[in-house]
């Protein structure tokens, strides 16, 4: 999640024409145009998604500790700069969360401030 993620996109692209190929041509065609308007993240929902698909992994953390933070030795900037974007950009509320959240996790010895 904090990596490098050069072979993410044909990864993903090789797994959304697997999945694609399984289904009836028009679900198929809908399917990858919901995908891509996703992956563009323009739309006001597909900003609403991606903000919970990024605050999921991140509220994951949290609940558990900080487990992969500590085993990855991931500081707390890089959780600001991998989350607020999409977050704060779907759903501005939940990054206010977020940041406390954040905090939290620094004041209890579960994420390393930097």
Do not use: C, T
Not at 10 to 37: H, M, Q, T, Y
């Amino acid at each position: 999640m904090y990596g490098d993620l050069n072979s993410k996109k044909p990864k993903e692209a090789a797994a959304l024409e697997r999945l694609s190929s399984l289904l009836p041509n028009d679900v198929a065609g809908e399917f990858k145009n919901i995908w891509n308007e996703f992956e563009e993240g323009e739309s006001i929902e597909a900003k609403y998604v991606s903000a919970l698909d990024r605050f999921l992994p991140f509220y994951s953390n949290v609940l558990n500790q900080g487990y992969s933070w500590k085993n990855h030795s991931i500081h707390s900037r890089q959780v600001i700069e991998k989350n607020k974007p999409p977050i704060e950009a779907g759903l501005a509320p939940l990054w206010e969360v977020a940041k406390r959240m954040i905090d939290e996790a620094v004041n209890q010895g579960h994420l390393e401030r930097s």
